[in-house]
């Protein structure tokens, strides 16, 4: 049950990671393309694959502190960092077919979850405003 709170410490300061640097980027360089994000992917992405790969190759990290950086931290900041995690894992075990079905399914997928997603708030907002 202690994971939970490691976890959920982690996730609380990732978010707030990704609120900060991904508004203060944007506002830098301006609304025309998502460059925040962009870079808070990047980074995110970094720093999980030097965390887990630090982690799991010897006894640096405890099992806490990694559970905090990793699902924690790096969860909260960006789940796309697991994506790119998960997919380099892959192409480096060779599972070149596994790798691009992945992206392929999470990217195509995940559009039309995100577009299913704005039909049914659209639904809610029209049947709200009827009643």
């Known amino acids: 049950m ?36 962009l870079i808070v992917n990047i980074t995110g992405s970094l720093l999980l694959g030097f ?8 006894s640096q990290i405890s099992p806490e502190t990694r559970i905090f950086l990793t699902t924690g931290f790096c ?9 790119t995690y998960e997919t380099a894992v892959m192409v480096e075990s060779g599972q070149y077919r596994r ?3 992945y992206i392929t399914l999470s990217v195509v997928l ?7 997603g ?12 009827r009643a």
């Not at 965390?51 to 010897?58: K, Q, S, V, Y």
């Not at 969860?75 to 994506?83: A, H, K, L, N, Q």
């Not at 995940?110 to 299913?116: C, K, P, Q, R």
């Not at 049914?120 to 405003?129: C, K, N, W, Y």
């Open 110 to 116: 995940s559009l039309l979850a995100t577009f299913s």
């Open 51 to 58: 965390l887990l790969r630090l982690a799991l190759g010897g």
């Open 75 to 83: 969860g909260g900041y960006t789940t796309f960092s697991t994506f």
């Open 99 to 101: 790798a691009a079905v």
């Open 2 to 37: 202690l994971t939970i709170w490691y976890i959920a410490a982690g996730s609380a300061l990732g978010g707030a990671g990704r609120y900060v640097i991904g508004t203060a980027l944007q506002q830098r360089f301006g609304l025309a393309f998502p460059v925040g994000t």
């Open 118 to 129: 704005f039909a049914l708030a659209q639904s809610a907002l029209t049947f709200r405003g």
